[in-house]
C-alpha cells in the first residue's frame, strides 16, 4: 500500500478572529442594554408587589383617577350621632374632590357613582365587583374609595386613616400623601396608614389601579361628625385628598 499524506489544515486568519469578536461584542452589547432598559424603565423604582394593583399613564398622557364614593342607594353605611348618612358625605365629597381633579391639565375623572345609588343592588359583593369593573375598564392609574367610619364600643374613637394593600408599593406612597394631607387639617387624631394584605378590603384587592381607601372620620364621635356633616369640612377634605393624589402623580409620574 502507498503511503498516505497528511492535509495540512489552514490555521483561521486574523479577519476570521475579528469577526467573530465583532459578533460576541454586540450579543454582549445587545444584553447589556435590555437590562438597562429594565432597570431604568418606567417602573423605577422597584415597589414591593402590589398583585393585580399597577399603575400606568395612557400614550395621549391622561392620568386617570377613579373616585369611588363608599355606598348608595339602599346601604346607606354608617349612621351618624344626628342621623348623617355616610353615603351622602361619601358622596359629597367625591363630588369635590372631582370638580378640583377636573380643572387640572392631563387629568381625565371617572366616578363610580354620582348619585344616591346602588351600583349592582342583588348582593354587597356585585356592588363592590362592579366598583372595580369601572375602575378596570376605565384602565385607571390610580382609585381612590372614600368612607366614613364607625365605633359601636366607644363614641370617643375618632381620626383619619387610609388604607392600602402593603407596605413599600405604590399605593403606600399614594396613601401617605393624602393621609398627610388630611391629618395636616387637624380636624381630628391621625391614624395612620393600614394596611389590607389579607385581602378584607374588596375594592383595594380587586382592582388593576394603585387603589386606596379613605376613612374620613368616625360618625360614631361627635366632633368628627360635625366636620365630616358642614360643607366647609366637606370641602376641605376633597381639597386635601387632591393634593394628596397630585403629591403621588407629580412624584412617581
Known sequence: MGRRTKRSRKKPSKRFYVFVGIILLTII??????????NLGQDAPAFADESNNTSYIDDDNVFTVVID?????????????????????????????GKLLEKKENIKVVYTRTEDKALDPSSQKADLQARCDISNNAGADIFVSIHSNFDKVSKNTRGIE?????????????????????????????RGIKYSSDGELYVIKNTDAVAVLVELGFLSNESDTRFLASKDGQKKMANAIAKGILSYKDKLH
Not at 452589547?29 to 429594565?38: D, E, L
Not at 387610609?162 to 381630628?188: F, H, N
Request: proline content about 3%; hydrophobic content about 40%; some cysteine.
Open 29 to 38: 452589547g445587545t444584553f447589556i442594554i435590555k437590562n438597562a432598559k429594565i
Open 162 to 190: 387610609t388604607w392600602c394593600m402593603v407596605p413599600g408599593a405604590r399605593g403606600d406612597v399614594l396613601a401617605k400623601a393624602i393621609q398627610k394631607e388630611l391629618a395636616d387639617l387637624g380636624y381630628s387624631k391621625d
Open 69 to 97: 364614593p363608599g355606598h348608595g342607594g339602599d346601604d346607606s353605611g354608617t349612621i351618624g350621632i344626628n342621623g348623617e348618612l355616610e353615603k351622602d358625605i361619601n358622596l359629597n365629597v367625591a363630588l369635590e374632590l
